[in-house]
């Protein structure tokens, strides 16, 4: 039984059915260790992914404000190799990027071959904040939803691994950690009187992540809804389903530096017999 | 007594007088214990000059093949937030970059306010191996050492805080180095003829990096020699180059910190008060 809740493509989304503070039956020592295990995985099937150099990476991180997108990169990628991870945050659009289409300042920065890529934020704000504020006619957000899932399409079918994380967190966590951040003066700059303002809307963006998640998920670029309440578990989760969707790759990179080793081999002999190499 | 050689701006540089195997007088484990402390400094460094904001760091690695810029890389930068820290490595010139000055591709992605950029091999390869393998005429090349001091000193003036580290192996540890990556099977990948090949011009390396070092160093882009034939060593030196780099800006990033928060506390006061914000 996973720990994050993949969306089947086609299925119905209910965000109230699930429940943001599960803890998958363990205590948080025991989740602490299952995660500390998953993670020294995660740093070699990054090394293999970076060595391989035949796909990408690129996780897309989601969720409401303080369900601890931050806090995920953080924890889960912080034992990969710095080398090969790229994060890309998305603020509110520059010019130039609002004179293109919503997926120009997305396709830009896309992962190269090798490189575990992080959308912290992403092409999906266009269907969330843009629907919750109004900020684009319906029939413009409408339809992103099919031209989010070709261009994902096209990604997939290049080599680009895609995971997509909705981090779930309740009402009442988000607010009980908002005024966390009140209490630690030393931190009083992390404060957003626009977090507060964002709350109001709760409602409005549970219903469009609802959307998101069902219209947006598909075989070549899932869904999983992550639990979010308890961190560790968050971290647990967002791990697993990362170490579980790379495994699945790991043979074919195995053979790729396979055949990588035996020409350097020969190229190395080559050398060393005197011919021009 | 720092760990690693500063060069003096104007100052002579002789790298057969600097010895690479130096351990500071200390011994792995003292090393060890000292890197670890001085790391997690690093960490706290780096949350304040990302959330400050008003500055970008810039670390510069070279080194001959093998000297291990991608383990102090790995290393050094294992525990930064990986959302602040951008990586880029550059190899062979596209036709687009040479169709370009050579400072072009490296100025596109200098790293920007709270980013903690690191250029893997750089803009100095334009005084290396294009000096060494005559890639270009000679007035080309050596013109470029103050086009490079002046680019440098823009961005320094702008708010880049440069650190230049050149990681100094003796021509022995890299034969030990090449060997040893041999006699592992499992990472046969990691062999090159090709480092073979670049080891017949060691000396007209050396040369190429005295004068680097020597015109290349100034106060607002000093060069550090990193003795680096002991990795824990060369971990140790990197990170205390860094941390006594930027613990000089720390008071002026609390600063601005403080005048966030008070910003941030009376923004969100208002917005309980009930007025617009």
Chains 1, 2 share one sequence.
């Not at 205590?27 to 796909?55: C, M, P, S």
Request: charged content about 30%; glycine content about 6%; aromatic content about 10%.
């Amino acid at each position: 039984m996973p720990y994050a809740h993949k969306v089947a493509p086609g299925s119905k989304v209910a965000l109230s059915k699930i429940k943001p503070d599960d803890n998958g039956g363990m205590d948080k020592e025991e989740g602490l260790a299952r995660f500390a295990k998953l993670n020294a995985e995660l740093d070699v099937i990054q090394e293999e992914l970076y060595a391989a150099g035949t796909h990408s990476v690129l996780l897309v991180l989601q969720g409401m404000d303080t369900s601890g997108k931050d806090g995920t990169i953080r924890n889960v990628l912080l034992n990969l190799n710095p080398q090969g991870v790229r994060v890309e945050s998305f603020k509110v659009p520059t010019e130039e990027e609002l004179a293109h289409d919503f997926l120009w300042r997305v396709h830009k920065v896309a992962p190269r071959k090798g490189e575990f890529g992080v959308f912290n934020r992403s092409h999906y704000e266009d269907v969330l904040v843009v629907r919750v504020h109004d900020l684009a006619p319906k029939e413009v957000w409408q339809a992103r939803y099919e031209q989010i899932n070709q261009f994902e399409a096209l990604l997939a079918a290049t080599g680009t691994i895609i995971v997509k994380l909705f981090l779930h967190i309740s009402k009442g966590e988000q607010e009980e950690r908002l005024r966390e951040r009140e209490q630690d003066v030393t931190k009083a700059w992390k404060l957003s009187a626009g977090d507060w303002r964002e709350r109001e809307y709760w409602d409005d963006y549970q219903n469009a992540y609802e959307d998101a998640l069902e219209r947006c998920s598909t075989e070549a670029a899932p869904w999983y809804i992550v639990p979010a309440d308890r961190k560790w578990f968050r971290n647990l989760a967002a791990t697993e389903v990362l170490v579980d969707t790379l495994n699945a790759y790991r043979d074919g990179w195995h053979a790729t530096l396979d055949e990588m080793s035996k020409a350097r081999v020969a190229e190395l002999q080559e050398y060393r017999a005197g011919k021009p190499v």
